[in-house]
């Protein structure tokens, strides 16, 4: 049976695919989690392996990463670092590709790399944070694109 590793499996999106894969049974499932908690012992409980790590550090994703078919992800916008989410997908595909992952899905939005096209895309009620957004999310499509892993 292939093993699929859900990073965001705490999450609305993540959380809903953990569920429909656990239903599905055709894959060994692993979570990435950030540390131990009432939520990793519950999926423990339903077979789901817990691997801790960071998404900002490449080593623990690469271990998460072991023996691993496929990736799904989904990156939450954080502001603390403008760049974050950018880096974060960077090292998400970094370690997929030295670990020779063979399926990589990203949860994002759709027309990511558009957003200028958008009507009011340059009125000032748009915000630092709105346009930031938008950059962030472009970046990481742009990186899943230039990668080597089926996406």
Request: aromatic share 6%; charged share 35%; glycine share 6%.
């Given at each position: 049976?292939?093993?699929?590793?859900?990073?965001?499996?705490?999450?609305?999106?993540?959380?809903?695919?953990?569920?429909?894969?656990?239903k599905r049974n055709k894959y060994k499932?692993?979570?990435?989690?950030?540390?131990?908690?009432?939520?990793s012992e519950d999926l423990k409980s339903k077979?789901?392996?817990?691997?801790?790590?960071?998404?900002?550090?490449?080593?623990?994703?690469?271990?998460?990463?072991?023996?691993?078919?496929?990736?799904?992800?989904?990156?939450?916008?954080?502001?603390?670092?403008?760049?974050?989410?950018?880096?974060?997908?960077?090292?998400?595909?970094?370690?997929?590709?030295?670990?020779?992952?063979?399926?990589?899905?990203?949860?994002?939005?759709?027309?990511?790399?558009?957003?200028?096209?958008?009507?009011?895309?340059?009125?000032?009620?748009?915000?630092?944070?709105?346009?930031?957004?938008?950059?962030?999310?472009?970046?990481?499509?742009?990186?899943?694109?230039?990668?080597?892993?089926?996406?």
């Amino acid at each position: 049976m292939k093993r699929v590793l859900v990073i965001g499996s705490s999450g609305n999106q993540g959380g809903e695919v953990m569920k429909e894969l656990l239903k599905r049974n055709k894959y060994k499932l692993r979570a990435l989690m950030r540390k131990e908690s009432a939520f990793s012992e519950d999926l423990k409980s339903k077979g789901v392996e817990i691997v801790l790590g960071n998404l900002n550090d490449e080593k623990s994703l690469e271990k998460a990463m072991e023996d691993v078919y496929g990736v799904f992800s989904v990156l939450a916008a954080d502001y603390s670092d403008p760049e974050l989410e950018i880096k974060q997908e960077r090292n998400i595909v970094e370690a997929s590709e030295k670990q020779k992952v063979q399926i990589l899905i990203h949860a994002s939005v759709a027309r990511a790399g558009d957003e200028e096209n958008f009507v009011d895309w340059k009125k000032e009620h748009r915000t630092p944070i709105y346009h930031l957004y938008w950059k962030n999310k472009r970046g990481s499509i742009e990186i899943i694109k230039k990668s080597k892993i089926p996406h």
